[in-house]
């Protein structure tokens, strides 16, 4: 079995000075093809959300021919193939919203002068190298960019993943946020078999009555998602610094109550809330690899209630967006076949995850650090959290979960291997750890009577 995983990472471009007009020139026949998109998906006066038509393929067909003509052949093909699919995108998120209850408007496209813009390259369009990319214009030559790199590497995603040689670029975003351009490279990475979880050596893993737990905790900053097998995906603080300018942005154009303003505000509407809902998929991605990875039968994650009452900034959208991360990693597990689960929150977060202590006490947790005020044990708060939330579900089993040989047939998926119900561990380092990416699993927890 594999699976792939997905990273994106944000680059700063360094683009010559005599080239940065034909990226703007070019992204105007890209803004056109995404506008005759939207008109196309977009009847006058939709009634009902079904009204939105959100099929890239329906529209391709339609436009793509029609849009080659009117844009002189100029634009590369596949650029042009790519504007459609981010209209349909931007539509597809106003269906959703729509579905859900908020208010909706029509998504507009607006010119580089006016606002931030995004063009989707694929390799077709694009070339990525480890240093530089390489990007089709209508005028002239590809444009050459250098990556801005800080003097450091070591520990930044640039590192983790762009000099990887395990991960490769796949179809990014060439982003202008109104100031300077930024290559939004996303990396994928294809897992084989993973040496730390082989298959049991009783088949076991492969038995109905065989459990694997991945645990999961959601959080409103730091990093979005982290299992209990050290994931640590997403970055909520980017994300919530984005959702803040866009904030800070609509109050100024509202304030202005011009037809310009109101038009700039439904472009970026729309823009905004499809680069949401795609960074929602992007972390349900990696959820999904890591339970793979561990070959887990079950993910778990915490009920919304405590996440909802932790919330004091911006909760509806964090409401959003942790409904939709979970709503997406339960739709991607069905094509492994792995559950999806909830369980309740109670002291998920103070609770100390080694199987010989017992405290739960909330000074055991400050911000992103766990330190149990009893045994002394530390690791970063996101994980604790994490390992607990799975625990959480397998103390909740029948007592009946085990095998014809009478072992215990539950685990929980850890950075390095797995624990049992009981407290035993297998194949793991007894090292904690308090860093974002631990390369050693950090502690176990206590057994619990049945």
Known sequence: MSVKAQRTVPIPLTVPDDRVADL????????HCQNRTVDWCWPDQPKQPDDLTTSKGDAEDALYHDLRETTDYTLNANLVQKAIKDAVGAVGSCKTSWKNGDRISKPVFEDHDDASYTMTYDKRAA????????FAVINGAPVECQYELPEELTGTPYE??????????????LVYDGERFWLH????????????????????DTQGDFTRVLGVDLNVDGYSAVTSAGGFHGN?????????EYEALRGELQQAGTRSAHRRLQSRQGMEWAWFDQYAHDVANSIVADAVRVRATHVVFETLTRIRTRISNAAKFQQWLFRRIQEYVEYKLEEFGISFEQVGSYHTSQACSRTDCDCVDEDNRNDKHF???????????????AKNIGLKFLDELPTSHTCSSGKATSQLALVSGTLTPSGKVS????????KP???RASGVRRARAK
């Open 24 to 31: 703007h020139a070019t992204y105007d026949p890209y803004q």
């Open 127 to 134: 070339t990525y190298h480890r240093y530089k990319a390489s």
């Open 160 to 173: 983790r993943y762009v000099l990887d040689a395990r991960w490769s670029f796949s179809t990014s975003k």
């Open 185 to 204: 490279a996303v990396m994928k990475r294809r897992y084989a078999e993973d040496p730390v979880y082989p298959p049991a050596s009783d088949g076991s």
């Open 236 to 244: 909520a603080d980017y994300l919530n610094h984005r959702r803040a």
């Open 371 to 385: 330190e149990c005020v009893e045994c002394g044990y530390t690791l970063n708060a996101d994980l604790n959290a």
């Open 427 to 434: 194949r793991m380092d007894w090292e904690s750890t308090d």
């Open 437 to 439: 990416h631990p390369q």
